[in-house]
C-alpha cells in the first residue's frame, strides 16, 4: 500500500468502524473512563494554578497583564490535549493489541491494519476532546468565579484545537505500542518522552530560548503551540502564528509516525 | 458437481529463508469440510493465516469462487469467517453486541442484522445471554459465540482454527453438531485440529501438512492408508519378544516404529501381518485398522518431536 492510500485510509469507513467499536465500549462505562482521568488536569489547576498564583505577581503575556492561574488554564488544556491522546494510544490501545485481542479479531473482518492504526489515532485524539471539554467547562468556572481572566466563548474551539494536536500525539504513542516488549516498558515513553515533554512546552511556564536550534525544535512541538494557540484565543482572542504552528507541526508529527506505526504495528501483529 | 469456494497452488511461505509452507495446493468446495493435520510446527496455522489474508504468501496464488484473492482482497474478505483459536471477544460489551460489533466491519452491510443476529443468538443457544458480557459463558458458550460471530455476516467460507481445544467432551459434541449443520447449509469449511477423532469425523477431505509440504490428501481413511499402510500392530510392554519383533518389524522396512506408554505401536502392511503371524503366534499382540492417532505420532516422529 503506497504512503498515500495508507494516510488516505483515515477517511475509510473501515477506519470509522474501528473508530464506532471503540465509541460504544467507552459507552458502556464512560463515568470510570472520563472521570478520574478527568480529574488529574482539575486537580493541577487548584494546585498549581490557584495555589501558585497567590506566590505569583501578574505578568506581561503579548502585552496585557495576567495572573498565573490564567496562564496555566491555557497550559492544562494543552495538557490533556497531549496526555489524553497519548496515554490512550499507549495503554488502551496495548491492552487492545495484546491482552483482549481485539486487534486481532477485527483484523479477520474486512478491515485492514492501517484502518485499525487510523481507528485508534482519531479515538484517541476523541477522546483528548473530551477531556480537553471537562478541562475547559472547570476554566470557564473558574472564570465565572472571577479567579481567570479569559473569554470564555473561546473555550468552545479548545476540544478541536486539541483534536488536531491529539492525532500527532497518539500516531507517535502507537509507534511505541507497536514495539515495547510489555506494558511495564511504557514506562520509558512516559517518563523519559511524554512528561519532560509536556512541561518544556509553555504549558507550565514560558520558556523562550535564545538558542536557534531549541526555538526550531519548539516550532515543531504540537504541544507548545496548542499551549500558545489557547492562551492567545483565551486572553486576547487571537491565536497569533500558533494556529498555523499547530496544524504545521502537527501534520509533521502525524505523517511519519502514522507511517512508521502502521509498519511497525503490522510487524507486531501480523508478523510480516 | 460441487462447486469449489477456496482454491490455493503452490502456496510457499519462508521465514528466515526456511521454507514454513512449500508449494502446497488445496480445494474445499461447497459444503464439505478441509481438514489440517499436522504436528505442532507443520505450518497449518500459516497455511490458514495466508489463506484468509493475515499473512501475505511468497509465492502461489489463492482463488475464492474464481477470483483472485490479492487482486479482489476486499470484495473476497466479505465472504470469509475466520474463528481464530485465540479468544478475540469483547467482554466490555454484552453478547449481542459482540455480533452487531463485528457485523459492522463488512460492507455490503448484513441483510437485516437485527433479524439474523436473534437468529444466531437463538440458534447457538445464546439467547439467555444475549444482554450479559461473555464473561458469564463457559468454555463451550465462548467457543460458540466466536462460531456465531464468525459467521454473523453470512461468510461462504469459515476457518476454524482448533475449534475445540480445551473443551470438554461435552461441549466438543455440540461444537461438533454447530460444525456439521454449517457444512449442511453449504458453508464450506477449513478446519486445523489436534483432535484426531475430530479430523475423522468432521472432515470429508484431509490434507496431512508436513514440515511445510502436503504429504497426503483426500478421504480420511484413504490418507491414514497412503501414509501408514493397512493395519497397526500393538506389542504390550509385557510381552518378552518386544524388542526382537520391533526389530523384526524394522528389518523389513517399519520405519514408523512408535512406544506409547511401554507398548510398541507398529504401522504394517498385509504382508507383513501374515509373515508376523507366523512367526510370532506365540507372542501377545493385538492388531487394528490405523487411526488419526497413529498418523499424527507417525507425523510427530518425522519431526523430531515425538519419541
Redesign the interface.
Known amino acids: 500500500m503506497s504512503a498515500l492510500r495508507l494516510l488516505l485510509a483515515a477517511g475509510d469507513?473501515?477506519s470509522w468502524?474501528v473508530f464506532?467499536?471503540n465509541t460504544?465500549?467507552f459507552a458502556?462505562?464512560w463515568r470510570t473512563a472520563v472521570i478520574p482521568p478527568a480529574m488529574e488536569p482539575v486537580i493541577f489547576f487548584l494546585a498549581f494554578g490557584l495555589g501558585f498564583s497567590g506566590f505569583i505577581d501578574d505578568f506581561a503575556y503579548r502585552g496585557i497583564d495576567i495572573n498565573y492561574a490564567t496562564y496555566v488554564a491555557a497550559g492544562l488544556i494543552a495538557y490533556t490535549g497531549f496526555g489524553t491522546p497519548y496515554y490512550e494510544a499507549l495503554y488502551s490501545a496495548y491492552f487492545r493489541m495484546f491482552y483482549?485481542?481485539?486487534w486481532?479479531?477485527?483484523?479477520?473482518?474486512?478491515?485492514e491494519l492501517p484502518n485499525v492504526v487510523w481507528g485508534e489515532i482519531l479515538w484517541a485524539a476523541a477522546r483528548g476532546m473530551v477531556n480537553i471539554s471537562i478541562v475547559a467547562l472547570t476554566v470557564a468556572v473558574f472564570g465565572a468565579m472571577g479567579l481567570v481572566d479569559v473569554r470564555p466563548q473561546f473555550l468552545l474551539f479548545m476540544p478541536f484545537l486539541g483534536f488536531i494536536a491529539g492525532c500527532a500525539f497518539a500516531s507517535f504513542a502507537l509507534i511505541f505500542t507497536a514495539i515495547v516488549p510489555a506494558i511495564d516498558h511504557m514506562n520509558y515513553p512516559v517518563f523519559l518522552i511524554g512528561w519532560p515533554l509536556s512541561l518544556v512546552s509553555n504549558t507550565f511556564f514560558p520558556i523562550e530560548p535564545e538558542s536557534p536550534a531549541l526555538w526550531a525544535l519548539m516550532q515543531l512541538n504540537p504541544i507548545y503551540h496548542l499551549a500558545e494557540c489557547a492562551r492567545g484565543l483565551l486572553v486576547l482572542g487571537d491565536p497569533g502564528p500558533h494556529l498555523l504552528g499547530l496544524v504545521g507541526s502537527s501534520v509533521i508529527w502525524l505523517v511519519p509516525s502514522t507511517l512508521l506505526a502502521v509498519r511497525l504495528t503490522r510487524r507486531r501483529v501480523?508478523?510480516? | 458437481m460441487t462447486t469449489a469456494i477456496l482454491e490455493a497452488r503452490g502456496l510457499t511461505k519462508r521465514y528466515d529463508g526456511r521454507a514454513v509452507v512449500d508449494q502446497l495446493d488445496l480445494t474445499c468446495t461447497q459444503g464439505s469440510v478441509l481438514g489440517l493435520l499436522g504436528a505442532n510446527g507443520a505450518g497449518k496455522t500459516t497455511t490458514l493465516r495466508m489463506l484468509y489474508g493475515f499473512v501475505p504468501p511468497d509465492a502461489g496464488v489463492i482463488n475464492y469462487a474464481g477470483r483472485r484473492f490479492d487482486q479482489h482482497r476486499s470484495e473476497v474478505k466479505r465472504g470469509i469467517g475466520v474463528c481464530t483459536q485465540d479468544d478475540s471477544l469483547e467482554y466490555d460489551l454484552t453478547v449481542e453486541q459482540n455480533l452487531l460489533v463485528y457485523a459492522s466491519y463488512f460492507r455490503p452491510r448484513v441483510d437485516n442484522l437485527e433479524r439474523r443476529v436473534a437468529e444466531l443468538l437463538e440458534r447457538f443457544g445464546l439467547a439467555p445471554y444475549a444482554r450479559q458480557s461473555p464473561q458469564v459463558l463457559s468454555g463451550g458458550f465462548v467457543r460458540r459465540l466466536l462460531i456465531a460471530r464468525s459467521i454473523v455476516h453470512t461468510p461462504t467460507i469459515l476457518f476454524l482454527d482448533e475449534p475445540t481445544t480445551g473443551l470438554d467432551p461435552s461441549a466438543r459434541l455440540d461444537v461438533w453438531e454447530l460444525i456439521d449443520s454449517l457444512r449442511a447449509e453449504g458453508l464450506a469449511i477449513v478446519l486445523t485440529t489436534h483432535y484426531m477423532d475430530e479430523a475423522e469425523r468432521l472432515s470429508d477431505d484431509l490434507l496431512v501438512i508436513h514440515e511445510g509440504r502436503g504429504i497426503a490428501r483426500g478421504e480420511p481413511h484413504r490418507v491414514i492408508d497412503d501414509v501408514l499402510g493397512d493395519h497397526v500392530v500393538i506389542v504390550p510392554r509385557n510381552e518378552p519378544a518386544r524388542e526382537e519383533i520391533a526389530a523384526w518389524l524394522r528389518s523389513r522396512g517399519a520405519h514408523e516404529v512408535a512406544t506409547v506408554l511401554g507398548e510398541l505401536r507398529v504401522p504394517v502392511s498385509k504382508e507383513d501381518l501374515v509373515a508376523l503371524t507366523a512367526r510370532y503366534a506365540d507372542a501377545t499382540w493385538q492388531v487394528r485398522p490405523p487411526n488419526l492417532d497413529d498418523l499424527f505420532i507417525a507425523l510427530a516422529r518425522r519431526n523430531g518431536r515425538f519419541e
Open positions: 469507513w473501515r468502524a464506532r467499536r460504544l465500549v458502556r462505562h483482549q485481542k481485539t486481532d479479531g477485527i483484523l479477520s473482518t474486512q478491515v501480523l508478523g510480516h
